[in-house]
């Protein structure tokens, strides 16, 4: 089973700073990855695929980049609603298709 | 566009088995290529995949996570345009919230609103 970890857990960001998202794959997934983001009481969304092409709708200010075990999320310009928890999920060898445990994008 | 919308009981008795649908309107459920499958998230906690069913050509497969394969069954019903997912021998480990979502063998998009399910008595 490939284990994705993310890190921080937690971080804390002031609104129109840069945030910067980790995941680790352990071992390489080539560009299999996909980023979602998840707010309170919703279904996740699917934001990044490939590693870093942008799903339909999804503003310019975010862009995933990585190959191989590491992988990042950048959040250009924080906006209000951007404030959730984001998950990396790996599709490059599976059963089981697994994601890593969540990063919460929190107010500083 | 595809929608999905997770259906059930939201509490299930310690033993007994967990039943939950997944209706999906804007496409069919025999797409060619699509992949329906069910992941929970446990309270406060990250995404667990369960599982898909893969139907086309009158012909369906699954997959199960290997963790949970003695317990899951995850079946289509073409008439309805739905999937469901059976869990058995439910305990509160099993308390969650359940989704459904599309898969094309890589992501997973769209995904349903999901529905909470509590194991207790």
């Known amino acids: 089973e490939i284990v994705m970890t993310q890190s921080p857990a937690t971080l804390s960001v002031s609104p129109g700073e840069r945030a910067t998202l980790s995941c680790r794959a352990s071992q390489s997934i080539t560009s299999n990855l996909a980023w979602y983001q998840q707010k309170p009481g919703q279904a996740p969304r699917l934001l990044i695929y490939?590693?870093?092409t942008r799903a339909t709708a999804i503003p310019a200010r975010f862009s995933g980049s990585g190959s191989g075990t590491e992988f990042t999320l950048t959040i250009s310009s924080l906006q209000s609603g951007d404030f959730a928890v984001y998950y990396c999920?790996?599709?490059?060898?599976?059963?089981?298709?697994?994601f890593g445990g969540g990063t919460k994008v929190e107010i500083k | 566009q595809v929608q999905l919308q997770e259906s059930g009981p939201g509490l299930v008795k310690p033993s007994q088995t967990l039943s939950l649908t997944c209706t999906v309107s804007?496409?069919?459920?025999?797409?060619?290529?699509?992949?329906w499958n069910w992941i929970r998230q446990h309270p406060g906690k990250g995404l667990e995949w369960i599982g898909y069913?893969?139907?086309?050509?009158?012909?369906?497969?699954?997959y199960y996570n290997p963790s949970l394969k003695s317990r899951v069954t995850i079946s289509v019903d073409t008439s309805k345009n739905q999937f469901s997912l059976k869990l058995s021998s439910v305990t509160a480990a099993d308390t969650a919230v359940y989704y459904c979502a599309r898969w094309d063998y890589k992501w997973f998009d769209p995904w349903g609103q999901g529905t909470l399910v509590t194991v207790s008595s």
């Open positions: 069913i893969y139907y086309t050509g009158n012909t369906g497969s699954t």
């Open positions: 490939g590693a870093s």
């Open positions: 999920q790996q599709y490059n060898n599976w059963p089981p298709l697994t």
């Open positions: 804007g496409g069919s459920i025999s797409s060619d290529g699509y992949y």
